[in-house]
Structures are given as structure tokens and as C-alpha cells.
């Protein structure tokens, strides 16, 4: 391939891949992905969802424990599961088990105070 056919396929292939990223933001906007933080006892979850889907989320939660389900914060995001990485990682010294993790009442209102 000469250096013309390359350069045209590289700009072809680079706004293939842009306009795929604005499509799907697009899509979490219209869905309305969100990320959630969920205090069940003594542990937090976060998670994400759909906006519509969250409330259904929120009470199979509840139906599945013995504590209180509650909602401590919400965030609307178009790079949910991105977003969701980041929380993870900022509070993997606290990780338990999947998406839970054991965080004293200070840390998490300091943290959710941030965002």
C-alpha cells in the first residue's frame, strides 16, 4: 500500500473509531447510565446502571438483605464503566468482594464529598 492509500485508510479507520465513541456517548446520555453508591450495613457498594433500571437495582438489593438499603449517592456519567474502574481503584484498599467494600462512615462522606 503506498503512502497515500495508508494515510487515507488511517484517517478513514480514525474517524471510524470517533464517530463510534460519539454514538455511544450519545447512547449513555440518552439512556442515562449513572454511577451509584449503596450503604448496606456496614458496607458500600458501587455499581452501575441505567437510570430507569436503577430503582428496580435498589430494590432487589433490599428484597436480598437483612439492613436497610441507602442510597448515598448518585452521579450521572457517559463513561460508565470507566467511571466505576476509577471509584474501584481509588478504594481497593477497602475491596471485600466484588463491587463491596468496607469503608468507615468518615471516609465515605469525605469521598462522595469529593465528587
Not at 442510597?71 to 457517559?78: A, E, P, Q
Amino acid at each position: 500500500m503506498n503512502d497515500g492509500r495508508l494515510n487515507h485508510a488511517l484517517t478513514h479507520a480514525k474517524n471510524r473509531v470517533a464517530t463510534r465513541k460519539r454514538l455511544a456517548t450519545i447512547k449513555a446520555r440518552r439512556v442515562g447510565s449513572v454511577i451509584y453508591f449503596v450503604q448496606v450495613g456496614k458496607h458500600i457498594k458501587v455499581g452501575l446502571s441505567s437510570r430507569s433500571a436503577l430503582r428496580f437495582r435498589l430494590n432487589s438489593f433490599q428484597t436480598s438483605s437483612p439492613y436497610k438499603v441507602k442510597l448515598l449517592k448518585v452521579l450521572h456519567t457517559t463513561s460508565p464503566r470507566e467511571d466505576e474502574r476509577v471509584f474501584h481503584r481509588l478504594l481497593k484498599d477497602y475491596h471485600v468482594r466484588g463491587e463491596w467494600f468496607l469503608i468507615d462512615n468518615i471516609a465515605i462522606l469525605e469521598l462522595l464529598g469529593a465528587v
